[in-house]
């Protein structure tokens, strides 16, 4: 069994910054990818950034590139997701996700991911 727990969420203003955090554990050999996704109130889950484990090549969506960088320390088993120049519109609930089986891109869809986190909520006032 994998679990991930997400932290470092928070209420922020606009233009600011929060780090996330995503820690993982159990049975994590062989992990291919690791990525944040989000999913505002009425709104469908959709990928923010994605992160290869064992190589390190990263992928971001197009409306946080530039804003948003992913990163990982694998000593730690841990992912991180640095938010800068945050918008009211990136007000989400954030989730880490892992994905264990290998494959040549870092997915982007949701179903492509095997283990959620419970999510740490990102409010940014205007």
């Known amino acids: 069994q994998v679990q991930l727990v997400e932290s470092g969420g928070g209420l922020v203003q606009a233009g600011g910054s929060l780090r996330l955090s995503c820690t993982t554990s159990?049975?994590?050999?062989?992990?291919?990818?690791v990525a944040w996704f989000r999913q505002a109130p009425g709104k469908g889950r959709e990928f923010v950034a994605g992160i290869s484990w064992s190589v390190g090549s990263t992928y971001a969506a197009d409306s946080v590139k530039g804003r948003f960088t992913i990163s990982r320390d694998n000593a730690k088993n841990t992912v991180y997701l640095q938010m800068n120049s945050l918008k009211p519109e990136d007000t989400a609930v954030y989730y880490c996700?892992?994905?264990?089986?290998?494959?040549?891109?870092?997915?982007?869809?949701?179903?492509?991911?095997?283990?959620w986190g419970q999510g740490t909520q990102v409010t940014v006032s205007s």
């Open positions: 159990g049975r994590t050999f062989g992990t291919y990818a």
């Open positions: 996700a892992i994905d264990l089986i290998p494959r040549t891109v870092v997915p982007v869809l949701r179903y492509e991911y095997d283990y």
